[in-house]
Each structure stands twice: as C-alpha cells, then as structure tokens.
C-alpha cells in the first residue's frame, strides 16, 4: 500500500517548456488534490477533484490544467511553463477529511 | 485567497521546553486538522478535530477545538529534537464541499 505518490521528484524547465506532473493513489478514493506550497505561503489549492470524471477549480488555477484520467490518478499540466510557476507541488486524497499527501515534486522554471 | 491566522510564525525552542501554537478564523468551523511537514516531505496528519470543544492528545502533542468553532490550539510537551519542522493548522468550514482551508505554518527550531 503505497499512498500517493508523486513522479516526478525534480523537474527544471526552461520558460515557455510545457510538463505534467502525475499523481495517483491507492486507497481508492474519490477526492484527489494539488496544491503548490512557496515560502512563507502555506498550501494553496491549485485544482480539486472531488470524484472519476469531475475537476474544479481552486484558489491559484491560473497557468494550470487537471485531468482525472481514473479513480487513482489525477495529473497537473503546465502549457507554458513561467518562473512564477517555480514551486513545490504536492498531489492529496482523501474520502471524508483527513487528506493524505504524497511526497511533492519540486519544480524549478528558469 | 482564504487563509487561517496561524501564529506564531517560527518558534525558536530548548529541547524540553512545552510549544503552544494556534490558529484563528472569523468563520466557523466543522472540523480542525492539525499537520506537521518535515523537510523534503509532504505533511502528515497528527491530530483531527470534530467538536466544539474536543480535547484530543497524540503522545505528547494535545489540541483542542475552540468552543467558538473559530479557533484550534495545539501544545507540544517536553519538545525533543523530532519535533522540530513546520505544523500546519487546517479547517472546514460549513459551507464547505471537503476544501480545507489552511493556515501558513509555524516553523518549530530548537536551539542547540
């Protein structure tokens, strides 16, 4: 029983690259997260799934894109990479409350 | 965006000492949620909070649910050198569909 996880660990791009950060859990739940966490900020929401086949928005959406491609994986693209996209980003599920996250992905945009 | 008033922002410690943190809203609350991150890793949950008024201990971490359903406090006993990274407070409002809201985090340091 893995968790959430996260690939991948470390990831730099240039301005303009375009990547997508893959998330997937195994404790079959139906809401799954991902948030981008900077100095002093705490954790932001970027987008939310709350189950298979539905995603929303959240506090920071904008530069971002979600797929829920199944019950277990949920991915964040980023089109057009910008430095203010430099971040750690972390991906969290969970069936009622209590959110379980994975290990983050550390994103540097030159 | 929404956030909670998590205070204070770093506590700078003597292994032994007790740590006493908290969080604050103007809204109302169903549920606390009580994080702690260690470097390079992702938060895990300590303790979680359902009543108004709920006093839950985890070894030697304690948090209580304000009675006001506004606030949520959190106390380290006899602090040892584990303990130090960042504790994030989160809530759920009641007019929420499962979104935490969280707080910015105290940054726990115990001095050498």
């Known amino acids: 029983n893995a968790g959430v996880t996260q690939t991948p660990k470390f990831q730099v791009l240039k301005t303009g690259q375009s990547m997508t950060l893959q998330c997937a859990q195994d404790?079959?739940?139906?809401?799954m997260y991902w948030y981008r966490q900077d100095p002093g900020m705490g954790l932001r929401l970027i987008y939310y799934s709350a189950s298979e086949g539905t995603t929303d928005k959240g506090e920071v959406p904008n530069g971002y894109n979600v797929s829920r491609l199944n019950k277990r994986e949920f991915s964040l693209r980023l089109e057009s990479a910008a430095p203010s996209q430099t971040s750690v980003y972390f991906c969290?599920?969970?069936?009622?409350?209590?959110?379980?996250f994975g290990p983050g992905t550390r994103l540097l945009v030159l | 965006g929404q956030q909670l008033n998590q205070s204070p922002q770093s506590m700078f410690i003597q292994e032994g000492e007790d740590v006493s943190m908290n969080c604050t809203s103007s809204s109302i609350f169903n549920t606390w949620l009580w994080y702690k991150q260690d470097p390079g890793e992702g938060p895990v949950l300590l303790i979680a909070?359902?009543?108004a008024g709920e006093l839950t201990s985890n070894g030697r971490l304690t948090a209580q649910f304000g009675i006001t359903r506004k606030d949520s406090f959190l106390n380290i006993s006899a602090s040892i050198p584990s303990d130090v990274g960042i504790y994030f407070c989160a809530g759920l409002r009641v007019d929420s569909n499962y979104q935490l809201i969280w707080g910015a985090g105290t940054k726990l340091i115990i001095k050498p």
């Open positions: 909070l359902y009543k």
């Open positions: 404790m079959n739940h139906n809401s």
């Open positions: 969290a599920s969970n069936n009622r409350v209590t959110q379980y």
